[in-house]
């Protein structure tokens, strides 16, 4: 059995990274939820990159359980996947996925330009 740094089987690792993910992404709704004076959530929408370490099914499972606190109860998590783009730093020319991390035109490196975030795009609420 493979097992992470922190000696977890490693997909229980990234089970608690999920976890944790969404533990923050709850604090900070229920933080915009209470400055609006919500009664209620409905939905948030989330964009995942391809590189940013996290699998949508394990954080869907996640929210499952860390949903459960009054305003949050019957809301739906819509997760929407990013892919990985590369570009180049000079010219902006976007390098094809697979392809080595320099520009086909003028060689100069490619850097990340999407991909690798994890963003709350969305909080749909219920507001008196």
């Not at 533990?23 to 609006?36: D, K, N, Y």
């Not at 949508?56 to 996947?81: F, H, M, Q, W």
């Not at 999407?114 to 749909?124: A, C, F, H, Q, W």
């Amino acid at each position: 059995m493979l097992s992470s740094p922190n000696g977890l089987p490693a997909s229980r690792a990234n089970e608690v990274h999920e976890y944790s993910v969404v533990q923050a992404l709850m604090e900070r709704v229920l933080a915009e939820a209470s400055a609006r004076g919500a009664t209620a959530v409905h939905r948030l929408s989330v964009r995942i990159g391809e590189l940013s370490g996290i699998e949508p099914g394990l954080l869907a499972s996640a929210y499952t359980l860390v949903k459960d606190n009054g305003l949050c109860d019957a809301s739906e998590l819509d997760i929407r996947r990013v892919p990985a783009v590369w570009a180049c730093r000079d010219c902006g020319r976007q390098v094809a996925k697979g392809e080595i991390l320099r520009c086909p035109a003028c060689s100069a490196p490619a850097k990340l330009v999407s991909g690798d975030e994890i963003l709350l795009e969305r909080i749909e609420m219920e507001v008196p």
